[in-house]
């Protein structure tokens, strides 16, 4: 099985993301005592590689001695086909284990419309997709994340819910489960156990009954002991849980690829819209010395460069002012970049953000609302001018763009609202221009449709109807045509299925299984997602998806009202009242208590960020000679590092450097990056034994401590060959290249076929291929770029030696030759082909041309 994955790789697009063998990846022996645990998000690696409650907890579970977790996400559309018509299930990331033999299986829910991803997940690997269907063997399958505050949805699929933040309870389950196996009990009691941990729900215990008109009548607990109302886990101290101190490096390029550091979670604005604001309080900080000492481990080993100092609001951190100053001065020599990715809208936010951004290129703000009555209604009290002042202050330091974020279809909102947003885009529009002194700054703006959310105050709303949203973003696209505006909105269809599955019971299942048996999956993917396909699964059901839209009684039981994240519902409901009457609530921390019932024993009080005040940087004192050096190295590249493309290679080696304390020496500009090149890009699936790079450094080195720093932090497959110092004024290696050797291994051909069919290919005097190209195909005559060909056997095969013409004069490609022996009636394809070589213009020249 794992042989015709192998196979599988090269034939799908962007192989990388299967590989499974990354930097900090971990690889465990499988034991008879290891708890086997698979940690799924349910989409793209690309995606979920970029969660950090996913790295938390990879790290976490690997830390304990008899666990082993592993990661799964969801195939694209290409290597689900593969898998399909090759009869193989899905595996596992590290270890390519069928997903059904691991014990558990637990899916994190961050997007409702990912539902159907996890349902396509399970059947892929054979597992049932019901929890009724499942069997003792089968693995459990755990669910958890901020989807979860309303898992009736998918009651019918998930075994247990895991409710609020995982880290301690995670390992209480573990422990359940050393127990109930040392006991030898079976599939139900395990279920037991599980449910009377605090934070977990075991949906098969609980019995949701309704009424005529499709209202919930009771929902109550079918086994002795359970409680009515399930209450989610809170870390009461984040400086005294685990934190990945060794995150997994991806190969290719994530959403967000960069060191991301928790300063705090929880928020206290009390954005009445937002269900992130209002599901994880209270709030706790990290102090500034466990941010330094994480940032210190994990730029260590990872090698990145940037990091993310992450939180729902990073600003409100009560000690920005010191970490960021600290972080600046410390890491000033490495170049380590950093990014604030919520910051609030205004003036404070705007100097952090232009104090520790190292380039100009956009800024995000999230006004919300368009305004000034609208943003007090959902508790974002800004004036217009405010915003406006935050813009000129962006634009004056040199951002080029700004991206803001609008809603439409909140509470109250009218038309005015609407005329009020375009007026003042146009304002900030007007007010970027003059501050840049450039006609060709930019604003984006998005807008999405509102969504009412669960455990918020905007709970009961009806939603925008399809129709009402596509009017209201017709009439901004309309009003908002002009040269420095870009504005898109998001599909009102994939809102709709949002809010159904948001605030949806759990008849809401049956509907997402019929969607999965019509080919649902990837709906947050518009060109994936289909209305008609779920609009025709709930018809099947007999179910009316609008029922989930409609404004909502506040004496009615609310299909998550037996799950508790600590908000008492009359603080909501009291939220619902203020925001009918506009009134506006400042951040409780600073004023008074609002008695939300998350933390009743919290006082009013907290420390004002200080003013920023960074000091002046005193130049490292670094030993050795300073100034330029280059260095060209020779490097090998194999497997499995031949499915990553050139730039993940590049990205790949850039960390390498950081990893191995070489100091770079970097491009001038706004954002300046390690002088690192290579002489000629490698297509992905090729392996090679003769790369080129120049590497330029600040220090000088001997070419042997250059091998020896790099050698000891580059990736499994790729090793360094030979290091030559050059004088830095030199050529680059790239604008020196003419030629590459390369070899095409056969196994078990007739080698007097290819030697005649080579005979003739050297024998012509054009030999002309097509080649795409920006103005369609077109013919290309590659004879002229054919230095040599060379068949050689011997006991390991019969290899076909090609010298290629490469560089600014054109190239001719191995699968150019192997398609003109075919003309030549040679049709093997080879075992594989490998790039020998490359031969620079200033006398070094590729290994065949060597011999």
Known sequence: MKDIFEAILPQVVKPARYLGNELNSVHKEILQETIRFLFVYPDLYEIGMSHLGSKILYELLNDQPDVYCERGFNPWTDMEEELRSRGIPILSLESRTPISDFHFIGFTLQYELSYSNILQFLALGGVPLTAAERSEGDPIILAGGPCSVNPEPLADFVDAFVLGEGEEVILEVLAEFRRWREGGGSRRELLVALSRLEGVYVPAFYQACYHSDGTIAELHPLVDGLQPVVQKRVIKNLNAVAYPRRPVVPF?????????????????????FCQAGMIYRPVRERNVEGILSLIRESVKSTGYDEISLVSLSSADYTQVTEAVTRILEEFHHERLGISLPSTRLDAFSVELASLIKEGRSGLTLAPEGGTERLRRVINKAFSDEDFLRTVDLAFSNGWQSTKLYFLAGLPTEEQADLDGMVELLHEAARVARRASGKGQCRIRVSVGGFVPKPHTPYQWFAQNTVSQLRGKFAFLRSSLKTRQIAFSWHDPETSYMEGVFSRGDRRVGKALLAGHRLGSRFDGWQEMFSFSRWMEAFHEIGLDPDFYHREISEKEILPWDHISVGLDKDFLRAEWDQSMAEAFRPDCRVEKCYECGVCPDLKAGIRKAKPLQVKERRPVDEPGKTGRFLYRIKFEKGNPLRLLSHLDLLRALHRTLKRSGLPPSYTEGCNPHPRISLASALALGFASQGEIMDLELSLHFSPEEVSSHLQA?????????????????????????????????????????????????????????QRDGKHGRRDKDIRPLIQDLRVETNPGGTHLQMLLGAGAAGAAHPQDILTLLACEGFGAAPKQVVRVGLTLNNGTRGEMCQN
């Open 252 to 272: 290719v390029e994530v959403v967000h690829d960069r060191l991301m550091v928790e300063l705090f979670r929880g928020c206290t604005r009390a954005c009445r």
């Open 713 to 769: 932090a580059l990736l499994e497959g790729l090793r360094v060959l030979e290091v030559e110092e050059l004088p830095v004024n030199s050529p680059s290696a790239a604008s020196l290249v003419c030629g590459a050797s390369w070899r095409a291994d056969f196994t078990d051909i007739e080698t007097v076929e290819m030697e005649n069919a080579v005979s003739a290919l050297l024998r012509a005097d054009s030999l002309i291929i």
